[in-house]
């Protein structure tokens, strides 16, 4: 099993910024990369970004050049660094850790943008 605890989330301004952290700990050799999704009330969850074991890195359009996905091998923890938030970035947001054969997901952290 897989466990991933999230931490960073809370309120903020629009044009503010928030840093998540995600710690993965458990069997994470059974994950190939992890992710950021986020749900909107009413709205389905989607994927916000993503980092595989090897760096490589990939955004949902809504949010690229505002965001950062990096990871720490050493603290098994990847962050999001997310700046220049808009109201619509309210949500609440999971770490997921994508495995070849189940994800895992985190218990998740809202992310509040208004002013």
């Known amino acids: 099993q897989v466990h991933l605890a999230e931490s960073g989330g809370g309120w903020v301004q629009p044009g503010g910024s928030l840093r998540l952290s995600c710690a993965a700990s458990?069997?994470?050799?059974?994950?190939?990369?992890m992710g950021w999704y986020r749900q909107a009330p009413g709205k389905q969850r989607e994927s916000v970004a993503a980092?595989?074991?090897?760096?490589?890195?990939n955004y949902a359009d809504s949010v690229k050049g505002r965001f950062t996905i990096s990871r720490d091998n050493a603290k098994n923890t990847v962050y999001l660094q997310m700046n220049s938030l808009k109201t619509e970035d309210t949500a609440v947001y999971y770490c997921?850790?994508?495995?070849?054969?189940?994800?895992?997901w985190g218990q998740g952290t809202q992310v509040t943008v208004s002013s």
């Open positions: 980092i595989t074991n090897d760096g490589i890195t």
């Open positions: 997921a850790g994508l495995g070849h054969v189940d994800d895992f």
């Open positions: 458990g069997s994470i050799f059974k994950i190939y990369a």
